[in-house]
DNA sequence: CTGAAAGCGCTTACAG
DNA sequence: CTGAAAGCGCTTACAG
């Protein structure tokens, strides 16, 4: 019985391979990394020591030698959420191929959660961290920073050192939004916003201010109705905007499925969209394209986004890297610019 | 100077702790632990030690010594099918509180990107794995099981020794769906069914032969139609389907993307639906809920199975824990019953 | 009740 | 061109 074949044999080590080829284990060292000259022979012999047993260096021991893991944390709210599945899909695409893997956490917003997640991948030695929370603000990674671990924070409002902000531009998604229905000839615009009057849906509502400004128009506040982000509160927002006077042509909702349930009363009163009520939602989700009719809607690319903040981070890698102590560049904010997805109603 | 605040100061570790308090690392690392008894005095200021120098463990150095990384690795084909990041959600709520992060891996399906992936985590020394591929078998993650590390493959056929199976019972979706749509009086059932006549597709087909069958309905071969998983799909698939000298009155569409590619044909020849003709899909996507009319449709329950897959490997890893090198317990299959989510399209 | 020492598996100055 | 030794930061037999 030599155990060969057990699941228990001992998986071989530096050590090993070193003794079989008749060398140091620094030389096998050398002949994996390349960073210093190994004789052909020698070289020779030690890779085919190496096939031979299989060996692969423990990346676990490499990590603690070298003070990096190759890792970087995912931190997010809710991975369940469709948004954040994209954009660990372009972190992975970015980030994959130099070598990094990505440790994923879930918040669900919990403050708590968040401290205790940034904490424990700090722990980790993780080596750069992204971190989207429903309200990001610095504060929330401070253990990151403080352990000198680059981070970005996905929608915050501003950069400061250590920490490069990512974020969609809400304010130009209303703009855009409201530019695009006053291009179809809609002058009479109602929106319907989220329960309070900050973040990215307050945002939007001050790019379509600003649209209508700038087209001539007339800002009303009273087409500005706010409402839970849902379904039921797109369906409330709209029956409350069909009350008024002179009830809106056209209906901007804060999210997609706000402008959903704002279909759902357009569809009960049998009103036609979007000849007597076009109807805008944000964010694209997969049912937009699925119901009836479309929804035009205005896409960000959280995938891309993704993949920016993998590029930021990897850049912020490279500079730990090389200038050791050296003032890194100055942290950035980067502003995603979002595109409408023109479909039936609107 | 001191460079206490400065980004680069050194981690505290284990033996500044000791040095401050006057003991050995040994001491300090028995009062974390509480695996040996220390006094209650010098417990006290090893205590405020830590919490003065802020000192936490570092995990890398503690997985290198322990051969255990608190990692689980989760590899699947696309992070971006909400399958997954619901699985997912379900592996993080039972793992994360016995201490295990999760390390994930996209592979698109490629073989190539599976055993890559698989080999990387294995390199890592992830305590457990869990393993989806679109045909997901034992012979994709034989790198792990060589080097003990317990598998969980969802979508596999059968268990083997090292892997265990957690799949959806397709078969019992097929005939829970078809005995549904004979309950509510529908006697003529077509099915769209896939390209390929094996998989989860085909075993969806086989539960709708049974349950035809068991109701002593007969089973005619012309109401099966093969074609893509896609809108267009669906669409191509009920054209035929109504083509037939005696269409079916209700169609089972093999996902709920076809189904909405049916419902378009419905729409598009003025079919009342569920009255002329009735659709139901499978997997419940969340379009299924907002288009109109609202898709009937097989659900299975992705968070569950990601909670099984944790639970069953969290199992995995205190047996390996106890009882070194003694036989595990048999590798285990585990289904899923789906059940009808009745809505208004059938 | 406590400590010195070994060792997990690497990489990298240092020396020749 | 190559190797012996130190050290990353822990845990745990071993010894007292």
Known sequence: MTGEGSALAKRVAISDVAARAGVSPTTVSHVLSGRRHVSEVTRARVRSVMDELG?????????????????IAL?????????????????????????????????????QAERDLVARMVTRSVDAMV????????????????????VALMGGRRASPGIDVLSSDDLAAGEIATRYLIGRGYHRIGFITGPSGDGPPADRVKGYRRALTSAGLRFNSQLIVREEFSRAGGTAGLQKLLELRKPPRAVLCTNDMVAIGALDVARARG???????????FDDI???????????????DPREQGRAVGRVLLGRLEETGRLEG??????QRILFAPSVVPRESA
């Open 286 to 300: 997969e049912a937009a394209a699925l119901i009836s009719p479309a929804l035009t809607t205005i896409a960000g």
């Open 75 to 111: 931190i997010v709210p809710d991975i369940t959420n469709p948004f954040y599945p994209s954009v660990a899909r372009g972190l992975l695409d970015v980030v994959t191929e130099p070598g990094y893997q990505v440790l994923i956490g879930n918040t669900d917003g919990s403050s």
């Open 326 to 331: 050296t003032a890194a560049s100055l942290p």
């Open 55 to 71: 060996w692969e260096p423990n990346q676990l021991a490499r990590s603690l030698r070298m003070q990096r893991t190759q890792t």
């Open 271 to 281: 009103l036609r969209v979007p000849d007597d009520l076009a109807v805008m939602g």
């Open 131 to 150: 971190f989207a929370g429903y309200y990001s603000k610095a504060s929330d990674v401070t253990a990151a920073v403080e352990a000198g671990i680059p």
